[in-house]
């Protein structure tokens, strides 16, 4: 299994920036692909962006063109850069690691809230 550590969440004011940040371990090697969801206060979880280990992007189309996944292999570290942020970018964001046979791993998520 792979154990994700996400952080960066936070009270941001609209139009701002944050970046998020999951550290992986574990079963690194195994994994397809990282991504990002988030569930928004009384919504289910949604997918957000996700990166491949070849470093291929796929976006939510709610997201394209203001956040951006990124990746820092060497820290087996995955991003996720958010831009003009809107109130309803608010949720709780977790880090999901795809491995083969329909196996997930998750992170504990970190709240971001966006204020209006």
């Known amino acids: 299994q792979v154990q994700l550590v996400e952080s960066g969440g936070g009270l941001v004011q609209a139009g701002g920036s944050l970046r998020l940040s999951c550290v992986a371990s574990g079963s690194i090697s195994s994994v397809n692909a990282m991504g990002w969801y988030r569930q928004a206060p009384g919504k289910q979880y949604e997918f957000i962006a996700a990166i491949t280990s070849g470093g291929n992007t796929r976006y939510a189309d709610s997201v394209k063109g203001q956040f951006t996944i990124s990746r820092d292999s060497a820290k087996n570290t995955v991003y996720l850069q958010m831009n003009s942020l809107k109130p309803e970018d608010t949720g709780v964001y977790l880090c999901?690691?795809?491995?083969?046979?329909?196996?997930?791993?998750w992170g504990q998520g970190t709240q971001v809230v966006v204020s209006s």
């Open positions: 999901n690691a795809d491995r083969p046979f329909g196996f997930d791993d």
